[in-house]
């Protein structure tokens, strides 16, 4: 298999989460390389594959992709026939929209509830909210959802599995690692999430990781 997906571990690499996600629901065949992360020698195994030194990285052939929504782009292109987007235009657009917003902001959120698959951490979940930009992030990821299931009609944000579940899950596991409560029918896209094969599949190894990092 030429087609090689470098990832961290899958109990805390969110990055990681989102293209892996992305191909393997897609049924996208590739190699999976794990690299433990917060390692004395992390930095310079990432870097025998990702000239970014960060994780995920996707190798095919000469090819090198090393950031999450520039793979899941590429796969939706080259391997999956473009059913990672939404069919329809506008929607299309709105995914690419909120992947992006999701891609580059959250900080707080990323911060105070960093993702951790195996831990129950309600305490500090409550402790996170504390923080203004927390619960303004936590507001803010509520209203897209909200928003996107209300005009797709669900199970999914825009119907079926598209690159933006892939890109909220790691936020799905957040909110159950912390006990943030969600409305009803945001507990149920959550759920929908968390019950994909895929989805089910990272989680199982998630939980049977042994390595512990420790955040703050």
Known sequence: MSRVLVIGNKNYSSWSLRPWLALTHAGVAFEE???ALDQPQTKVQILRHSPSGKV???????????????ICETANERYAGGTLWPQDADARARARSVC???HSGFAALRTHMP???????DEKGAAARQHADVTTDIARVQAI??????RSGGPLLFGTF????AFFAPVVTRFRTYGVTLAPPLATYAENVLALPAMRRWIEAAQAEIELIHYG
């Open 145 to 150: 959802w909200t928003d996107c299931l209300e």
């Open 33 to 35: 390389k794990r690299i």
């Open 100 to 102: 992006a917003e999701m």
């Open 162 to 165: 598209s690159i933006a579940d």
């Open 56 to 70: 995920p990285c996707l190798m095919d052939g000469p090819l090198v992709v090393w950031d999450s929504l520039a």
């Open 115 to 121: 993702m951790d698959i195996r831990a129950r951490l």
